[in-house]
Protein backbone atom coordinates (compact mmCIF):
# COMPACT_ATOMS: atom_id res chain seq x y z
CA UNK A 1 0.00 0.00 0.00
CA UNK A 2 0.88 3.96 -0.59
CA UNK A 3 2.82 5.21 2.40
CA UNK A 4 4.30 8.91 2.98
CA UNK A 5 7.34 9.34 5.25
CA UNK A 6 7.71 13.02 6.83
CA UNK A 7 10.67 13.26 8.67
CA UNK A 8 9.19 13.00 12.49
CA UNK A 9 12.39 15.06 14.11
CA UNK A 10 11.45 18.57 14.27
CA UNK A 11 13.52 21.41 12.10
CA UNK A 12 14.77 24.24 13.92
CA UNK A 13 16.50 26.62 12.42
CA UNK A 14 17.42 30.52 12.47
CA UNK A 15 15.37 33.32 11.14
CA UNK A 16 16.25 34.30 7.45
CA UNK A 17 17.52 31.00 6.56
CA UNK A 18 15.77 28.92 3.89
CA UNK A 19 13.78 26.01 5.91
CA UNK A 20 13.36 22.41 3.69
CA UNK A 21 11.35 19.54 4.48
CA UNK A 22 11.06 16.51 3.30
CA UNK A 23 7.80 14.08 1.78
CA UNK A 24 9.07 10.59 0.74
CA UNK A 25 5.98 7.68 -0.68
CA UNK A 26 6.81 4.57 -1.49
CA UNK A 27 5.18 2.60 -4.76
CA UNK A 28 3.48 4.15 -7.56
CA UNK A 29 3.48 8.14 -7.94
CA UNK A 30 0.64 9.93 -7.52
CA UNK A 31 -1.03 12.30 -10.24
CA UNK A 32 -0.24 15.03 -8.00
CA UNK A 33 0.68 16.23 -4.42
CA UNK A 34 -0.26 18.61 -1.69
CA UNK A 35 1.56 20.71 1.42
CA UNK A 36 -0.84 21.49 4.17
CA UNK A 37 0.09 23.80 7.26
CA UNK A 38 -0.98 22.93 10.83
CA UNK A 39 -1.08 25.04 13.66
CA UNK A 40 -1.73 23.54 17.10
CA UNK A 41 -5.37 23.24 18.10
CA UNK A 42 -6.45 24.06 14.61
CA UNK A 43 -7.32 21.93 11.35
CA UNK A 44 -4.61 22.18 8.56
CA UNK A 45 -4.55 24.58 5.95
CA UNK A 46 -3.75 23.69 2.40
CA UNK A 47 -0.81 25.53 0.53
CA UNK A 48 0.18 24.07 -2.87
CA UNK A 49 -0.25 21.75 -5.10
CA UNK A 50 2.16 20.51 -7.36
CA UNK A 51 1.23 17.97 -10.05
CA UNK A 52 3.61 15.02 -11.41
CA UNK A 53 4.17 17.03 -14.91
CA UNK A 54 5.49 19.45 -12.72
CA UNK A 55 9.14 20.44 -11.39
CA UNK A 56 8.57 23.18 -9.04
CA UNK A 57 6.07 25.40 -7.66
CA UNK A 58 6.33 28.77 -6.04
CA UNK A 59 4.00 30.73 -3.79
CA UNK A 60 5.32 34.25 -2.55
CA UNK A 61 8.07 32.42 -0.08
CA UNK A 62 6.75 28.83 -0.44
CA UNK A 63 8.81 26.63 -3.51
CA UNK A 64 8.10 23.47 -3.47
CA UNK A 65 9.76 20.26 -6.19
CA UNK A 66 8.37 16.95 -7.15
CA UNK A 67 10.64 14.47 -8.50
CA UNK A 68 8.89 11.07 -9.50
CA UNK A 69 12.68 9.27 -9.82
CA UNK A 70 13.18 9.79 -6.29
CA UNK A 71 9.81 9.49 -5.32
CA UNK A 72 10.30 12.45 -3.17
CA UNK A 73 8.88 16.32 -2.59
CA UNK A 74 10.88 19.10 -1.15
CA UNK A 75 9.11 21.91 1.01
CA UNK A 76 11.04 24.74 0.81
CA UNK A 77 10.11 28.27 3.22
CA UNK A 78 13.05 30.83 2.20
CA UNK A 79 13.52 34.19 4.65
CA UNK A 80 11.92 31.76 7.22
CA UNK A 81 10.13 33.75 9.76
CA UNK A 82 9.17 33.01 13.39
CA UNK A 83 5.09 33.12 12.11
CA UNK A 84 6.46 30.50 9.90
CA UNK A 85 6.40 27.83 12.68
CA UNK A 86 4.22 25.25 12.51
CA UNK A 87 3.91 21.39 11.55
CA UNK A 88 3.73 20.91 7.48
CA UNK A 89 2.00 17.87 5.93
CA UNK A 90 2.07 16.34 2.55
CA UNK A 91 -0.57 14.84 1.00
CA UNK A 92 -0.86 12.26 -1.71
CA UNK A 93 -4.19 10.95 -3.79
CA UNK A 94 -4.51 6.93 -3.26
CA UNK A 95 -4.74 5.60 -6.26
CA UNK A 96 -7.97 6.43 -8.68
CA UNK A 97 -9.84 7.85 -6.28
CA UNK A 98 -10.33 10.94 -4.40
CA UNK A 99 -8.75 10.08 -1.01
CA UNK A 100 -6.10 11.73 0.44
CA UNK A 101 -3.27 10.00 2.41
CA UNK A 102 -1.62 12.39 4.86
CA UNK A 103 1.75 11.88 5.84
CA UNK A 104 2.66 12.61 10.12
CA UNK A 105 3.82 15.99 9.10
CA UNK A 106 7.15 17.92 10.18
CA UNK A 107 7.29 20.40 13.44
CA UNK A 108 9.39 23.63 11.81
CA UNK A 109 10.54 26.02 14.28
CA UNK A 110 12.03 28.97 13.09
CA UNK A 111 14.06 30.71 16.03
CA UNK A 112 14.29 34.60 15.94
CA UNK B 1 -12.02 28.29 8.28
CA UNK B 2 -13.66 28.08 4.56
CA UNK B 3 -17.48 28.22 6.28
CA UNK B 4 -17.16 24.88 8.37
CA UNK B 5 -17.88 24.56 11.54
CA UNK B 6 -17.73 21.00 14.03
CA UNK B 7 -19.96 20.83 17.13
CA UNK B 8 -18.94 20.19 19.86
CA UNK B 9 -15.21 21.52 19.97
CA UNK B 10 -14.84 19.45 23.26
CA UNK B 11 -16.33 16.72 25.11
CA UNK B 12 -15.43 14.07 27.49
CA UNK B 13 -17.91 10.90 27.43
CA UNK B 14 -17.53 7.32 28.78
CA UNK B 15 -16.80 4.13 27.45
CA UNK B 16 -19.31 2.50 25.69
CA UNK B 17 -21.91 5.49 25.36
CA UNK B 18 -23.14 6.94 21.85
CA UNK B 19 -21.13 10.03 20.38
CA UNK B 20 -22.39 12.45 17.55
CA UNK B 21 -20.18 15.02 16.13
CA UNK B 22 -21.44 17.41 13.42
CA UNK B 23 -19.90 19.17 10.99
CA UNK B 24 -21.79 21.56 9.46
CA UNK B 25 -20.77 23.66 5.93
CA UNK B 26 -21.62 26.97 4.36
CA UNK B 27 -19.76 26.29 0.96
CA UNK B 28 -21.91 23.98 -0.95
CA UNK B 29 -19.05 21.64 -1.42
CA UNK B 30 -19.92 17.93 -2.79
CA UNK B 31 -17.47 16.04 -0.88
CA UNK B 32 -17.42 15.73 2.73
CA UNK B 33 -14.65 13.75 4.58
CA UNK B 34 -14.14 12.70 8.67
CA UNK B 35 -10.66 12.03 9.74
CA UNK B 36 -9.01 11.41 13.07
CA UNK B 37 -5.78 12.93 14.31
CA UNK B 38 -3.48 10.80 16.65
CA UNK B 39 0.27 11.25 17.50
CA UNK B 40 2.35 8.81 15.09
CA UNK B 41 -0.67 8.39 13.23
CA UNK B 42 -1.12 11.59 11.26
CA UNK B 43 -4.78 12.26 9.59
CA UNK B 44 -6.52 8.66 9.31
CA UNK B 45 -9.77 8.90 6.78
CA UNK B 46 -12.54 7.63 8.63
CA UNK B 47 -15.69 8.21 6.06
CA UNK B 48 -16.50 10.10 3.49
CA UNK B 49 -19.44 11.32 1.37
CA UNK B 50 -19.81 12.04 -2.23
CA UNK B 51 -23.19 13.37 -1.85
CA UNK B 52 -26.60 13.76 -0.20
CA UNK B 53 -27.02 9.99 1.38
CA UNK B 54 -24.16 8.48 -0.56
CA UNK B 55 -21.21 7.70 1.56
CA UNK B 56 -18.54 5.16 1.78
CA UNK B 57 -15.80 3.58 4.13
CA UNK B 58 -11.90 4.79 4.70
CA UNK B 59 -9.07 3.17 6.20
CA UNK B 60 -10.12 3.49 9.80
CA UNK B 61 -13.81 2.87 10.05
CA UNK B 62 -14.79 0.19 12.50
CA UNK B 63 -16.74 1.09 15.06
CA UNK B 64 -17.75 4.65 13.40
CA UNK B 65 -21.03 5.31 11.70
CA UNK B 66 -21.98 8.58 9.16
CA UNK B 67 -24.91 10.07 7.62
CA UNK B 68 -25.62 12.60 5.26
CA UNK B 69 -28.97 13.40 4.56
CA UNK B 70 -28.49 17.61 3.80
CA UNK B 71 -25.61 18.47 1.41
CA UNK B 72 -24.21 20.87 4.65
CA UNK B 73 -24.04 18.47 7.32
CA UNK B 74 -21.97 15.41 7.55
CA UNK B 75 -22.70 13.50 11.07
CA UNK B 76 -20.50 10.92 12.55
CA UNK B 77 -21.23 8.58 15.25
CA UNK B 78 -19.32 6.39 17.78
CA UNK B 79 -22.01 3.61 17.83
CA UNK B 80 -20.56 2.45 21.89
CA UNK B 81 -17.31 4.85 22.23
CA UNK B 82 -14.18 3.09 23.24
CA UNK B 83 -10.66 4.71 24.99
CA UNK B 84 -9.50 3.61 21.62
CA UNK B 85 -11.23 6.07 19.81
CA UNK B 86 -9.75 9.11 21.99
CA UNK B 87 -8.78 11.34 19.35
CA UNK B 88 -9.01 14.82 17.43
CA UNK B 89 -11.43 14.46 14.96
CA UNK B 90 -11.44 16.35 11.65
CA UNK B 91 -14.20 17.38 9.52
CA UNK B 92 -12.99 18.34 6.10
CA UNK B 93 -14.51 19.63 2.35
CA UNK B 94 -14.08 19.74 -0.75
CA UNK B 95 -15.43 19.95 -4.30
CA UNK B 96 -12.30 19.67 -6.82
CA UNK B 97 -12.10 17.39 -9.55
CA UNK B 98 -10.83 13.82 -8.74
CA UNK B 99 -7.26 13.88 -8.47
CA UNK B 100 -7.07 17.41 -7.83
CA UNK B 101 -8.97 18.43 -4.60
CA UNK B 102 -8.02 20.68 -1.72
CA UNK B 103 -9.61 19.66 0.91
CA UNK B 104 -10.42 22.67 3.70
CA UNK B 105 -10.68 21.76 7.50
CA UNK B 106 -12.58 22.43 10.35
CA UNK B 107 -11.50 23.90 13.51
CA UNK B 108 -11.70 19.73 14.78
CA UNK B 109 -13.32 18.35 17.84
CA UNK B 110 -11.14 17.37 20.87
CA UNK B 111 -12.96 13.70 22.39
CA UNK B 112 -11.78 11.90 25.50
CA UNK B 113 -13.66 8.65 26.30
CA UNK B 114 -12.76 7.65 29.87
Known amino acids: SQKIEQNSEALNIQEGKTATLTCNYTNYSPAYLQWYRQDPGRGPVFLLLIRENEKEKRKERLKVTFDTTLKQSLFHITASQPADSATYLCALVRGATNKLIFGTGTLLAVQP | ?114
Open chain 2, 1 to 114: DAGITQSPRHKVTETGTPVTLRCHQTENHRYMYWYRQDPGHGLRLIHYSYGVKDTDKGEVSDGYSVSRSKTEDFLLTLESATSSQTSVYFCAISDGEIHEETQYFGPGTRLLVL
